[in-house]
């Protein structure tokens, strides 16, 4: 649509932008904060009030893994964040790598200063709601959604970190969406229990399902919390008493549908009110005091589309430990694909349908992201970064989680501005090796790739 026609439907233009990134999760904070520290016009569109997706409004207590068992491997912007909420956390140790408690206020306070402080514009409760393209695979104008009404922004290169690839699909974008028949891994409605006996919590039996002494398989055991459906119980003292919980699942949660979304949160709410009464009546010492002080605002998503790029990382490449000339970050978390599981003492599948998800790498052993599964086949401007990125449905398991998203956000708004600056808005002309480049003098860690 030209200006005139905008106008005329009261929709409001704005295109004094270089790059805008649709989606403040982590990807997205980083995609924003590279771009503008290239010297890109930088606009961040985020649909809630908050920056940080899963690890604010998403209420999910823990990162995964930073390390490949040696070291730290997701640096750059993706180590600022960590180190940075970490020391807002005294109750965490200083050099710890895995499995890190997150406070989400504290978290949200470290992203709203790594995009300030790089001069990105944000706009909150703004969502994206519709993608215009004047020519086959180029977006020219994103139509969102505010109490403004309805902006149509335009800039050279457009990042797509909304984590279910609506830009890149809604664009024209070739994309995969679950497994066979459309199937998807579960969601998880995390959520926070306040008034938690610290101590005995501490040491107390882990409640994690590893641990076949868990509480929780008296729970499922006793058929008394039919809301609580298997033994899934990641949980971390994130704050003084209060408990954050990635436990339980949500069946039949397809993150591209608001009905079944809002169903879903609705369960949600109900399973954390199951999970304080179930582990007051069988953890009384640590538990019998507390309340479910948040549930996330945000539903635990944990697949959707997968956007169909100029390389597809694929589950050979993992076992592989496959190295990549164009690679812009290492990843080392486990394949981790959610499905259901026995309710016994056991923490194993009834199915077989994901054979690799134990899959595990070494100490030091990693495989390598390469830039080729950030560009959408098919599409000139529009780059993607964190969930949606090109892989298969096993690979993705592995490769969706904050530290792996932070990381292809931050080379995904590098080379955004790039390829606004140098190559008239077309992502795959980037030269990889000058990208790898920046991303290292920027703190990356690339080994040099035989």
């Not at 409760?125 to 519709?130: A, E, I, Q, R």
């Not at 349908?353 to 599964?373: A, F, L, N």
């Amino acid at each position: 649509m030209g200006e005139y026609e905008l106008r005329s439907r009261g929709i409001l233009l704005d295109e004094g932008w270089d790059v805008i990134v649709v989606g403040g999760g982590p990807s997205g904070c980083t995609a924003a904060a590279a771009a503008a520290r290239e010297g890109a016009r930088t606009l961040l569109v985020e649909a809630t009030g908050m920056l940080g997706g899963m690890g604010t409004a998403g209420l999910v207590p823990a990162w995964c893994p930073f390390s490949d068992g040696e070291k730290m491997i997701y640096r750059g912007l993706a180590q600022r964040v960590f180190e940075a909420t970490k020391a807002r956390m005294p109750h965490v140790a200083p050099d710890a790598l895995n499995w890190v408690p997150i406070d989400p206020e504290a978290l949200k306070v470290v992203y709203d200063e790594l995009v300030a402080e790089a001069g990105v514009t944000v706009r909150f409760f703004t969502s994206l709601v519709g993608v215009e393209c004047q020519e086959p695979g180029a977006a020219a104008t994103l139509i969102v959604g505010s109490k403004a009404g309805l902006t149509a922004f335009r800039a050279a290169v457009y990042v797509d970190a909304t984590g279910d690839g609506d830009l890149a699909a809604w664009a024209g974008a070739e994309f995969e969406k679950g497994g066979p028949g459309g199937t998807l891994q579960p969601a998880t409605h995390c959520f926070q229990l306040g008034g938690v006996h610290e101590y005995h919590y501490r040491h107390g039996p882990v409640l994690h399902g590893h641990n076949q002494q868990s509480p929780i398989y008296d729970v499922l055991e006793s058929g008394r919390y039919p809301l609580i459906p298997d033994a899934h119980m990641c949980n971390n003292l994130v704050a003084p008493s209060t408990v954050g919980f990635n436990a339980g699942h949500v069946w039949d949660v397809d993150n591209t549908d608001p009905a079944s979304v809002s169903r879903a949160m609705v369960e949600g709410r109900r399973t954390a009110a199951a999970f304080r009464d179930a582990l007051a009546e069988f953890h009384p010492t640590a538990f019998a005091g507390s309340f479910v002080a948040a549930t996330a605002p945000l539903m635990g998503i944990r697949e959707t589309r997968r956007i169909i790029g100029d390389y597809c990382l694929t589950v050979e490449d993992y076992k592989a430990r496959r190295s990549f000339p164009d690679e812009i970050c290492r990843n080392a978390y486990f394949i981790d694909v959610h499905h259901r599981a026995d309710q016994a003492r056991t923490f194993k599948p009834r199915d077989t349908e994901h054979e690799h998800r134990t899959m595990r790498y070494g100490p030091g052993e990693s495989h390598g992201v390469p830039y080729r599964c950030l560009t959408p086949r098919g599409l000139r401007n529009v780059l993607v970064a964190g969930r949606c990125i090109s892989s298969d449905r096993a690979t993705n398991g592995s490769v969706r989680v904050m530290p792996v998203c932070l990381a292809t956000g931050e080379a995904a708004g590098m080379a955004a501005a790039v390829a606004g600056e140098k190559h008239q808005g077309d992502v795959h002309a980037v030269d990889a090796d000058h990208l790898r480049k920046r991303l290292r003098d920027e703190g990356a860690w690339l080994p040099d790739v035989q």
